[in-house]
Structure formats: structure tokens, C-alpha cells
């Protein structure tokens, strides 16, 4: 006979993976020119520390959309798109959506002084060898993907975007709605 | 003496801008481009000089034997423009680069990776290294714009570069081909 407790854990269990399968396949929107709808796959782990030495885990933020953005300061649309991230940001922070500023294989002089420049209000996480990077297989830098709640990969970017133009903040605010 | 002042600066002013004029033609020379353009693709291939190249890679902190490493080759800039409205596909093993003694092998990613490794060179650096690579393969999505360097062993010869981009999910659409030719290495 369970007891209350294992009862109780068991109702939680069944939400949550009912949450879960309603994510998966609910319908997700057409997305804008520019963003493709992949074929849904698990996240590669991202576990780094950002500029100031703590720790970010991607599976933490689950329950919300992340914002998975491959950068690095030598290349030029990721200085031409980063201000639109910030941007973007600023709009959308207070609405539960999450992003994961990645810096691919410099410093933290480097990162320090480009962010200060183009995003002043982002945590910038360090890539230090690039090898999360390589992980993620993106087409180029900049890199970006749209995680859903459950950590599944469901959007590309290709190349830099205008982010916070409409067409985009209004894209992300259906998927986080 | 106010006329005789005016004058020496308006001289002075005059030869400056002709200086600077002179100063960007060469530049300009020095930096050619080649191109490939239908209605259906765009392709450049700009070649870059080792002074280019070695402040390029000397800025993002390489050591100074992976800049010597690097300044030896014959570096190009490419861009690729897929202008269908369809996938077109990419892939550098097919890309055909020969000159009046024949085919020329690129130098591949596996390549500078055997190198970097016996160098013992930083992963950090050898990822940024790999980043300005163009990709090795690539699925292009329509009106897609991607690049990245390509890099073939140094030679003095103009050469031709050939290739024929599938189309379609299924890689069965038309094929593309493109031809380029006289592309010199910058020295």
C-alpha cells in the first residue's frame, strides 16, 4: 500500500511528464524568414561558468525557452547582431524566457571588453577551449538555437538576426506565452 | 604672407588627398576579388595577403609559430550566397582547384588539426582557428549567406576553381556548377 508521500510523488512524476509530452507535440509556430524549425533533439549539456567564475547548467532552466547564442568578437555579424540581442533581452528578461550568451574560445579580457561595448547587461559565459561549441555543431558564428521547456533543440537561426525587430520579439513572445 | 600660408596649405591639403587616393587604389588592388554570380548563387573568393592573415590571427592571441604556420599558404576568403529558393549543398571535397600542372588539394581540416596537435597548440586556438575555416559541408537554406576561409598550399601559379552544387532535400534538383578562373595566391 504506497503511503501519502509516494502518492504525492507519483502525481508529480505523471504531471510532469504529461507537461512534457504536451510540449513535444503541441503545435510550435511557423517560424520567421531566417529561423528554421529543426527536427526536435536533445540539447547538448552546456555546463560552464560564466565571466565571473559561476556556474551555468542548461538543464537548470528548464520549464522555460532559452536563447542558446554562439558568439566570438573577431566575427564580424556577431558584433553587428549582439546589440539586437541586448535589446531583445531588455524586452523579453521579466517574461521567463532565459538565454545562454556563449563565447566561443577567447578570454575574458576579450569578452569583457566587447560586452561592456555591444551588451552591457548580458552574463556572458566562457567557452574556453570551444569545445561546447563543437558540440553544438552550429552552421558558422554567430550561432543561434531556441531550447523549449522540456530542453529540446526547436529553432535555428541562420546567421545574425535582427532580434529585436518585431517580426523576431513577437516570434518569441508566442513561443513563451 | 597670408596668400603665400594659404597657399602652402592648400598644396599641402592637395598632395595629402592625392597620397590617400593613391594609398586606397593600392589597397584596393591588393585586396581583388573573384566571382562567381547567377541568378541562382553568388560565390567570392578573396584572396588575403600573410600580413593580413598574421594580424588576423596574431590579434586573437596565436602563438607567434602557429602565425608562422600560417602565413605560408595561400589564403581565400569565400562566400557563398545561395540565391534559389530551395537547399542547395555544399561540400568542399567536391571542389576541384587546378592550375596548368594540375589538381591542387586544399588543406583540409584534418590536416591542421595533425599539425596543431604536433605542435601542442591551445584548443582554444584551435578552435578559433577551425571557426574561420569554411565549412567542410553545409546544407545552404534558401537566400542562406555563409563563408569562411579556404586555404591551399603556396604557389605562384593563377589556378581554376570548378564545382557543381547539388539542389533539392534529396540532393536530386539541378546541379549548379560554377567556374572561376585565374585566381593568384596574394603576396
Same mark, same amino acid.
Given at each position: ?23 513535444? *507535440? ?9 529561423? %528554421? ?9 552546456? %555546463? ?9 547548467? =542548461?538543464?537548470? $532552466? ?28 531588455? *524586452? ?17 579580457? $576579450? ?23 563543437? &558540440?553544438?555543431?552550429?552552421?558558422? +558564428? ?24 518585431? $517580426?523576431?520579439?513577437? !516570434?518569441?513572445?508566442? =513561443? /513563451?506565452? | 604672407?597670408?596668400? &603665400? *600660408?594659404?597657399?602652402? +596649405?592648400?598644396?599641402?591639403?592637395? %598632395?595629402?588627398?592625392?597620397? +590617400? ?10 585586396? @581583388?576579388?573573384?566571382?562567381?554570380? *547567377? ?31 600560417? /602565413?605560408?599558404?595561400? !589564403? ?36 591542421? @588539426? ?6 601542442? /597548440?591551445? +584548443? ?9 575555416? =569554411? ?14 576561409? /579556404? ?37
Amino acid at each position: 500500500m504506497p503511503t501519502l508521500v509516494q502518492k504525492y510523488l507519483l502525481a508529480c512524476l505523471l504531471l510532469f511528464s504529461l507537461s512534457s509530452v504536451t510540449i513535444a *507535440n503541441s503545435k510550435l509556430p511557423e517560424p520567421p524568414t531566417g529561423i %528554421l524549425k529543426l527536427d526536435a533533439y536533445q540539447a547538448p549539456p552546456i %555546463l560552464l561558468t560564466d565571466i565571473d567564475g559561476i556556474k551555468y547548467n =542548461l538543464n537548470k $532552466t528548464k520549464g522555460h525557452w532559452v536563447f542558446v547564442h554562439f558568439w566570438a568578437s573577431w566575427c564580424g555579424p556577431c558584433r553587428k547582431e549582439m546589440p539586437a540581442i541586448q535589446n531583445m533581452w531588455d *524586452n523579453l528578461k521579466t517574461q521567463g524566457f532565459k538565454i545562454a550568451l556563449i563565447n566561443t574560445a577567447e578570454d575574458e579580457d $576579450t569578452v569583457f571588453n566587447f560586452l561592456g561595448i555591444y551588451a552591457p547587461n548580458i552574463r556572458a559565459l566562457m567557452d574556453r577551449d570551444g569545445q561546447i561549441t563543437e &558540440k553544438w555543431k552550429p552552421r558558422g +558564428l554567430p550561432a543561434t538555437y531556441l531550447v523549449d521547456p522540456t530542453g529540446q533543440v526547436q529553432y535555428q537561426a541562420l546567421g545574425g538576426r535582427a532580434w529585436d525587430a518585431p $517580426t523576431y520579439l513577437n !516570434f518569441i513572445k508566442t =513561443l /513563451i506565452k | 604672407m597670408l596668400i &603665400k *600660408n594659404n597657399l602652402f +596649405l592648400l598644396i599641402t591639403i592637395t %598632395l595629402s588627398i592625392i597620397c +590617400l587616393l593613391i594609398t586606397t587604389n593600392v589597397h584596393a588592388e591588393s585586396n @581583388k576579388r573573384y566571382q562567381f554570380i *547567377n541568378k541562382e548563387i553568388r560565390v567570392r573568393v578573396t584572396p588575403r595577403s600573410p600580413q593580413q592573415m598574421a594580424a588576423f590571427y596574431e590579434g586573437r592571441g596565436f602563438s607567434k609559430k602557429m602565425v608562422n604556420a600560417l /602565413i605560408q599558404p595561400c !589564403f581565400f576568403t569565400v562566400g557563398i550566397h545561395n540565391k534559389t529558393s530551395d537547399i542547395l549543398w555544399h561540400d568542399l571535397s567536391k571542389w576541384k582547384f587546378a592550375n596548368n600542372s594540375g589538381d591542387i588539394k586544399h588543406l583540409d581540416r584534418a590536416y591542421w @588539426k595533425d599539425k596543431w596537435k604536433k605542435m601542442q /597548440i591551445p +584548443l582554444a586556438h584551435q578552435s578559433t582557428f577551425r571557426w574561420t575555416l =569554411l565549412p567542410e559541408s553545409l546544407d545552404f537554406r534558401s537566400n542562406e549567406h555563409e563563408g569562411g576561409n /579556404i586555404i591551399l598550399p603556396y604557389s605562384t601559379n593563377k589556378f581554376t576553381l570548378q564545382v557543381a552544387f547539388k539542389t533539392k532535400k534529396d540532393k536530386s534538383g539541378k546541379l549548379i556548377p560554377i567556374k572561376i578562373e585565374n585566381i593568384q595566391c596574394q603576396r
